[in-house]
């Protein structure tokens, strides 16, 4: 589990309430079930106009990666292709071809059995290359959909603030009222900022890290590959790889 995520959102909205509460506001007066409907339905609602229905899906259960990441252990990478290196070096590349049966990541297995195949170099890279992209692109989509919510989430909290005041003005029979039913109408608008720079924004990029870190493991395979099919010596390509994370990080 990710700690920083779970005590950033509780840091986040304890800090708003507390703040509220030493400047003497009451709990009650930040408690709107209207404006919470009018700024979650309306954010997403918007989000959900402008992005395709598969994408939408892949964002909501993306939320998982960000409380619970995958493991993402570079050491691990490099210790792996060294292995691969060594084998291949002391029996031929031919020697990796179990490797790429028993590889569980899809990546890796397609990688071994390109240069199991004897694929020149270059197009190893090219398709190697052309599955990260591919990834990053499909990636991005749960990245750009929270962005997009985050943006969309503070203007749809001025609208509910807007919504309250034209019912306070409606109804301007009793003067005592007035002011509690501004405090109200404002409401929205703190829900909207805080759905947007605690929830929304956050974690997209939280998202963002997370596929940086894939797409480093992978761009880290793809190199320690290219380097086995060249024949290289495996301290080098282990120096290579360590490079990649900060040396001896």
């Keep these: 589990m990710d700690l920083a995520t779970i005590i950033g959102i509780a840091l986040g909205f304890g800090a708003v309430i507390g703040g509220a509460v030493l400047e003497g506001v009451h709990i009650g007066a930040l408690i709107s079930p209207t404006s919470a409907l009018i700024v979650l339905g309306g954010s997403f609602g918007a ?3 402008a992005f395709p229905l598969p994408a939408i899906i892949k964002a909501f259960k993306d939320i998982k990666i960000v409380i619970l990441p995958p493991k993402v252990d570079h050491e691990t990478v490099v210790k792996d292709i060294i292995g691969y290196a060594t ?8 020697s990796l071809e179990q490797e790429a049966q028993n590889a569980r990541d899809p990546f890796i297995k397609k990688g071994i059995s390109l240069v199991v195949d004897g694929i020149d170099p270059q197009k190893l890279r090219e398709t190697l290359e052309a599955d990260i992209m591919a990834f990053e692109d499909h990636q991005k989509h749960s990245v750009e959909f929270y962005e997009a919510a985050g943006g969309y989430a503070p203007t749809i909290g001025i609208i509910g603030a807007v919504l309250g005041l ?3 003005m409606a109804n301007l029979s009793d003067p005592t009222k007035l002011g509690a039913g501004i405090a109200a109408a404002f409401v929205a608008t703190i829900y909207g900022l805080m759905v947007a720079n605690i929830i929304c924004l956050p ?3 939280k998202l963002k890290i997370r596929m940086k870190e894939e797409v480093l493991r992978r761009v880290m ?3 320690g590959l290219i380097a086995i ?3 290289e010596n495996p301290h080098f390509i282990e ?5 990649f994370v900060g040396g001896d990080h």
Excluded: M, Y
Excluded at 239 to 243: N, S, W, Y
């Design 87 to 94: 084998k291949a070096r002391r029996n031929g590349l031919i």
């Design 47 to 49: 989000t959900f106009v």
């Design 239 to 243: 120096q290579k790889l360590k490079a």
């Design 221 to 223: 395979i793809l190199e």
């Design 166 to 168: 034209i019912h306070v």
């Design 229 to 231: 099919q060249n024949g």
């Design 203 to 205: 974690i997209g990029s």
